[in-house]
């Protein structure tokens, strides 16, 4: 079985409001796939499901190729958005509860937080009170929890809100590490820069509604614009430039190139290949730049949320 | 199941380990011994209080007869006018001025005047009336030439006793026994019912706020957690029984080492002895008091009433984002233990097996309260089979009720449900 997770035309309805509707997700093995969506998406409500805290009016979830079970819960860990710990008991005990509720034996789960305290440098924890910590403290925390018990399915809502650039790579190395271990993890984040640089798949809901999933590669290749970026070195800029406009539609240049070189976007049309136009380009200077502009994951985002607006 | 060890275990110590717990269950039972031994003391100091009244007795049979009783004194201000002995009685701070007129015996019944600054208490008056009756009443009858000694020689009190139909004697003595202790084992029941409640919720709302309450669900099904919350207290809740318990037998024990030691004083010997058989008759009552049952019951009607209402703490505690919150909440439910409280202290003393008394002690939110006070006059067993059935039955619809507002109401944070939205979390599905 390929994928990890597969969700089969998933609704769920609070009274008259609809939270999802129809959606399908597949979730590749050993891979970080990115979920988003604007406030109220519907994310939540989907993360919830997986892990069996509520249950879809339609539709069904498959774990690992069965249909999800109860004791599938011991095979992922969850870090919710909203996350907390018991403020008077102590960090030791607290993980040790909560690695046993994940069914682990206390034995286990002793062995396992030693090893963890010591992959976020916080050995010498394990008497102190919660209420003792800073939040980037108690977030380390809640990440053991997360992974102690050594889940196929990681669900991390947000995993970076409330750490510092250290401690935020800390736990970026340790994710990517646990996904080359097999692990795969289910990321959800507003922040498109944590998307673009960990995520193999994404998917992204608005409004109960799956707008796109897929490859993140793939997914960009669909929302190509055709625009490249272009920079010549010629005498007759003004010709040049006068030329290419009256065949194409020409957008300011926002890159850097070598100075004293035209330089422009072209957005070329659907009919001319790349090569095409540069064969084109050729008898008309020295071409010192041809790139094409790739989107960003947020420009997809903003772009396919207004569509559906 | 395993799960729910867990968080029964954790529960319990998290409860246990507690200050406020530690604090209740050893500062109260000094704070409760203190406040009686206060009220004790204070109602001595009562009785010291000496009081003196001026008689001035026109008739001037009264007098002698009056005489001087306890610790009020009566003094004789018959050669004073009534101006005159009033002025006295304030100069030096008398009590009163009892005031006799010359007047036909048969005239007297509402002739008789008490002057005073303070009013009087109401047993003085009434001992006085007593007093004034009783002679004006002898005087009568010898006027009407009837023989005292005779009446006196032929009067006869009935005190009547009164024997159920399976042989058991009481005496009126015995029914301030029962009173106390039905009256006492209501009230411990409604006390901890409010106290260990309170405490679910508010650990309802910690795991809530906290926002831990996510996390552990997705380990655990939210009517396990609130199970294990709501054994986890009531264990909890026996402990401090227990440790009450034994703080108590070892409180009794030395109150009784240090009671045969003033025992052993001669001088105290005729009060000891006059005490001793009071104490042996109230000793002999409770041991009457069908004890296996009443303790059989406590805890019966305890641990259900109990786990009853704290299905519905759970679930406010559930509902709300703060305690203070919980207030309208609160309300509805505490209603009911204090109508059980007032229908047991007004209706079941009067009438124990009255129509009230027998109904209130079969509506489960009122029946932990009312039945207990009630057994200590004898209910017969099958009333007490049903009404704990009834108790029972509603307990498992609170604790599944309350079980889907909590289950709903963990994950809500922001606005205050109304009752309106817990009724439709009522009937959500998952």
């Given at each position: 079985?390929?994928h990890?997770?597969?969700a ?14 129809n959606i399908d997700l597949k979730i590749p093995?050993?891979s970080i796939f990115g979920i988003m969506g604007p406030?109220?998406a519907?994310k ?142 289910l990321l959800s984040t507003h922040?498109m820069e944590n998307i673009e640089e960990m995520c193999d798949y994404i998917a992204l809901l608005n409004k109960?509604e799956k707008l796109l999933d897929g490859k993140i590669d793939d997914v960009k290749q669909d929302f190509r614009t055709q625009v490249f970026q ?19 539609e020409?957008l ?13 976007n072209v957005k070329l049309p659907e009919s001319i290949a790349p090569n095409?136009f ?13 790139n094409e502009v790739m989107p960003s994951v947020n420009e997809i985002f903003i772009k396919s949320v207004a569509e559906h607006a | ?430």
């Open positions: 079985m390929q990890i997770l597969e089969k035309g998933i609704s769920k309805k609070y009274g008259d409001f609809q939270a999802l509707h093995k050993q406030n109220g519907g939540t409500t989907f993360i919830r499901i997986i892990n069996q805290i509520t249950m879809p009016d339609q539709g069904e979830v498959l774990f690992d190729g069965n249909p999800i079970q109860p004791d599938d819960i011991q095979q992922i860990g969850y870090l919710p958005e909203e996350r907390g710990l018991y403020k008077s008991m102590k960090v030791g005990e607290q993980v040790l509860y909560l690695a046993q509720l994940k069914g682990l034996t206390k034995k286990e789960a002793k062995d396992r937080l030693y090893y963890w305290f010591e992959q976020l440098e916080i050995d010498d924890w394990f008497d102190k009170k919660v209420n003792e910590l800073s939040k980037g403290m108690a977030q380390k925390i809640q990440f053991i929890v997360t992974v102690i018990h050594q889940p196929k399915l990681l669900i991390l809502d947000e995993p970076f809100s409330g750490f510092d650039p250290v401690n935020a790579n800390l736990i970026r190395k340790q994710i990517i590490k646990l996904k080359n271990e097999g692990a795969t993890i922040r109960s272009l920079s010549l070195k010629t005498d007759q800029k003004e010709e040049l430039e006068s030329h290419l406009k009256s065949k194409f020409l300011p240049a926002d890159f850097k190139t070598i100075a004293g070189n035209w330089k422009a095409q540069l064969k084109e380009l050729m008898p008309l200077g020295t071409i010192t730049h041809f | 199941m395993r799960n729910l060890k867990l968080i029964i275990l954790r529960e319990y110590l998290a409860r246990v380990r507690h200050k406020t717990f530690v604090i209740m269950t050893f500062v109260s039972p000094i704070v409760i011994v203190a406040m009686i031994a206060l009220v004790a003391y204070l109602a001595s100091l009562n009785e010291e209080e000496e009081n003196k009244i001026a008689v001035k007795d026109e008739i001037g049979v009264f007098q002698e007869y009056l005489g001087t009783e306890g610790n009020t004194s009566f003094l004789n201000y018959n050669r004073f006018s009534v101006d005159a002995a009033l002025d006295s009685v304030k100069a030096q701070d008398l009590d009163g001025l009892l005031f006799i007129p010359d007047k036909n015996l048969a005239e007297l019944n509402d002739k008789v005047q008490f002057y005073a600054n303070n009013s009087p208490s109401k047993s003085l008056i009434s001992k006085i009336e007593n007093r004034l009756s009783n002679r004006i009443t002898e005087r009568r009858l010898t006027n009407a030439n009837v023989n005292l000694e005779t009446i006196k020689a032929n009067k006869t009190e009935v005190n009547i006793i009164t024997e159920n139909l399976s042989g058991e004697k009481t005496s009126s003595l015995a029914k301030y026994v029962k009173m106390f202790f039905g009256g006492a084992a209501g009230y411990l029941i409604m006390m901890f019912i409010i106290i260990y409640g309170n405490m679910i919720m508010r650990s309802v709302i910690e795991e809530k706020t906290n926002r831990i309450v996510e996390i552990i669900i997705s380990s655990v099904k939210p009517i396990h957690l609130m199970l294990g919350k709501i054994t986890g207290n009531t264990l909890a809740g026996i402990t401090q029984f227990l440790i009450w318990a034994i703080l108590g037998g070892i409180l009794l024990i030395a109150t009784s080492f240090i009671f045969d030691i003033s025992l052993g004083s001669p001088a105290a010997t005729g009060s000891a002895e006059i005490k001793t058989s009071e104490i042996q008759a109230i000793l002999a009552d409770i041991l009457r008091l069908p004890l296996g049952e009443l303790v059989f019951a406590f805890v019966v009607y305890f641990i259900g009433g109990y786990l009853l209402y704290s299905g519905i703490y759970a679930a406010i505690g559930g509902a709300v984002d703060s305690e203070a919150d919980t207030q309208q909440f609160i309300f509805p439910v505490i209603i009911p233990l204090m109508l059980g409280i007032y229908v047991g202290f007004f209706s079941v003393i009067e009438n124990p097996h009255g129509t009230i008394a027998v109904l209130f002690s079969h509506i489960p939110l009122t029946s932990p309260v009312v039945m207990l006070m009630r057994i200590p006059f004898g209910v017969p067993w099958w009333e007490v089979v049903i009404s704990i059935s009834i108790l029972i039955a509603t307990m498992f619809c609170t604790i599944w009720l309350g079980a889907k507002i909590y289950r709903v109401g963990i994950l809500m944070h922001g606005n205050k449900p109304s009752y309106k939205e817990l009724y439709r979390w009522m009937k959500r599905g998952n």
